[in-house]
């Protein structure tokens, strides 16, 4: 036999496997039956929306105008870019459907935004919205470091407990879980003690002790000793 004719022969035997092969990239790059590819998976799955989505070359209201027109409110609005992807990090790995709410919080809370056009000094306010939300986000989602949760036992009937988590923020901010409620309350200025609000709770820490105003509800607690 020739070996033109023994070549001819191994290039038919070759023939199925190239066309098997040819068939399992085709369905590697497509996704196959049942098993989508990386784009189908990337289309089905968009990235969540910025921070604010605000748009300097062309500001869509007053707000906007004057976060981009102001240096120091720009580097806020950055600021809080990088701690919002840090909390949808976070949520993405908990897998709890926690990013849409993250993401129903977060546009809630630019539209509130607008409400410092009511004020006096609409700068300031803005400021400080910049500064509350990204201290909340580094609170609620374990971005910065914590001190020792201390837990509360709030006198009266029933009794219960408040358990108090306490981050290094500026302002500085605590957490409080009561039940399967979760607060993030702000530090104050204060004559004496040390004073937190936010999410229409106040809770007062005097010492051991702390007065609290839990959305209407006032209570009477004192630190317990670690166990």
Known sequence: MSVAARRLIGLLLLLPA?????KADHGHSAGGPGRPSQADESAATPAPPPATDFNCDQPANTIEGMVCQDESLSRLDNRLEKVYAQAMGQAEQLRNGGQAKLVAEQKRWVKSLKDCLKGDDAHMC?????ILRISQLQAAWNLVSSLTPLRYLCRGQPSSTILATFYRTHPATAKLERGNTLVIVHQGISGSGARYQGQGVEFWIKGR?????WRGESLECSSQPSP
Request: charge should be negative; aromatic fraction near 6%.
């Open 18 to 22: 190239l066309a098997t092969a040819a």
């Open 126 to 130: 803005l400021g400080d919205a910049y």
């Open 209 to 213: 002790d702390a007065s609290v105003n």
